[in-house]
């Protein structure tokens, strides 16, 4: 059998990376609010804040793949798809759960980025799952062990971070270089799963039932979708903080 040599498309690679920079920015944001409100608001806020997380770190993940190129034509089955999205929102509900905790200590940290780091694997590895194409692939145990130590690290680093901003204190300076440290550090997770995995080539037609050819307009779309809905959470929040100043000035 042959193997399949991949190619990347590095714009598409530099837009996953952005797009988890600001999905970052986001994070660091959201947990200040959940962590300000309370009762119904903070559920709110909580399911919310999960989602568009969750949705920006799905969309890194398929804008890297769509910048995965091998010799044969790949399609996505819809379903598995979806499962995968529903894995990275519950990554994402983890980690804002556990920074807007009242008390977050060792314990909180540890479990917080071992289930985290899991939904974000299990987020990764069911995203590949969902690929149908011809042929078969091989999977290389040490990039894939590796692979599952930088998502647990990852989600360590990021709950440690958000938990130091939640109480809105740090610049938007300061909130821009962790953002960025924290968007290049989960593409890492990514790319390195990405290595873990060769494909080669068979004459087996793959099972084609409910899956689609991502499009260069479904592409545009998702990629467009992420933008508005993670600038929509930052704006949210800005204008829901709003109110909350103006009557701690009023009291004083």
Known sequence: MTILEPTYDFRLVALSVVIAIIASYAALD??????ATRNKTRTAWLFGGAIAM???IWAM?????????????????????ILSLVAAIGASFVALFTVSRKNFNVLHLVFGSLLMGSGICAMHYT??????????HQWDGVFVTASV???????AVALIVTFLFREDKPSVTWKI?????MGLAIPAMHYTAMIAVTYMRTNDAPDLTNAINISALASTAIIIITFVLLVSVVLARRW???PARSAAVSRA
């Open 127 to 136: 995203g590949m799952a969902a690929m149908r194409l011809p042929a078969m």
């Open 240 to 242: 829901a903080m709003v």
């Open 61 to 81: 993940h398929y804008t890297g793949m769509l910048a995965y190129h091998l010799d044969v034509p790949i399609y996505y089955h819809v379903p598995t798809v």
């Open 54 to 56: 969750g949705t920006g």
């Open 149 to 155: 130590a930088i998502a647990v690290v990852v989600s």
């Open 177 to 181: 270089v962790c953002a960025v440290m």
């Open 30 to 35: 959201l947990a200040g609010l959940v962590n």
